[in-house]
């Protein structure tokens, strides 16, 4: 039995709420490949960092990480192909990572939040912001 409330622990260790979280924000880095490049990742129920900073006009390279072994997430963000930022990227459980590409063309702030299980209420939200 105690080996279960220890397993149980810290299984359960893992799954914290998004919504008392302080703002992270960090600037993608612009590399030799003249590309902006981030990483994001997935926590339960959590985006570090939860606001990333883009230059308009420079392709983007996001890798998007699961951190979480037993929790699928994803990462979506206006999911309309006619706005500057669209992305629906899956990153299912055990560590799944994804990288997606993209250009932003217009200034602005675009939310980002994972669609799975009402995840987005418990807190994993983020923003892209789009400067000049």
């Not at 359960?12 to 880095?29: I, K, M």
């Not at 990572?97 to 995840?119: L, Q, R």
């Amino acid at each position: 039995m105690r080996r279960f409330a220890g397993a149980a622990l810290i299984v359960l260790a893992g799954c914290t709420s998004g919504l008392d979280r302080p703002v992270h924000e960090v600037t993608a880095t612009t590399g030799t490949d003249q590309v902006q490049h981030v990483t994001v990742t997935a926590h339960s129920f959590y985006f570090d960092p939860n606001r990333v900073v883009v230059k308009r006009g420079v392709p983007v390279e996001m890798k998007i990480k699961n951190a979480a072994w037993f929790v699928p997430h994803n990462l979506t963000s206006n999911v309309d192909s006619t706005k500057s930022i669209a992305l629906d990227v899956g990153l299912g459980m055990l560590h799944g990572s994804k990288t997606v590409k993209f250009t932003p063309t217009e200034a602005g702030e675009y939310a980002f939040f994972c669609h799975v299980d009402k995840h987005a209420a418990k807190g994993m939200t983020g923003v892209i912001v789009v400067k000049e």
